[in-house]
């Protein structure tokens, strides 16, 4: 995985920066993106997450901590989806 973390605290940050820097990425540092299974692009509220090959449209927010219940619009998604998908147990069930 490779988290791409925009300053909560700049303006002018946002998910869509975040996420061209990871394409970026990709074509300067191929190798860092071989065994990766997903990406994550973050201005440290609004966080997406996508494949390595998923475009722009592709990259969501993650809505659930616990595969039941669904996290309210405008709680801070990077949260959510460092305790849904990153956790170790979680890592270790998929």
Not at 74 to 80: A, I, L, M, S, V
């Amino acid at each position: 995985m490779v988290i791409e973390l925009k300053n909560a605290d700049d303006e002018n940050a946002t998910t869509n920066k975040a996420f061209d820097q990871l394409q970026t990425y990709k074509l300067q540092l191929p190798t860092l993106m071989t065994v990766n299974a997903c990406l994550v692009a973050s201005d440290g509220i609004t966080a997406h997450i996508g494949t390595l090959t998923a475009g722009g449209d592709r990259f969501l927010p993650w809505r659930t901590t616990d595969g039941k219940e669904i996290t309210r619009k405008g709680k801070p998604e990077f949260q959510t989806i460092i305790h849904g998908v990153f956790e170790k147990e979680g890592l270790l069930r998929r």
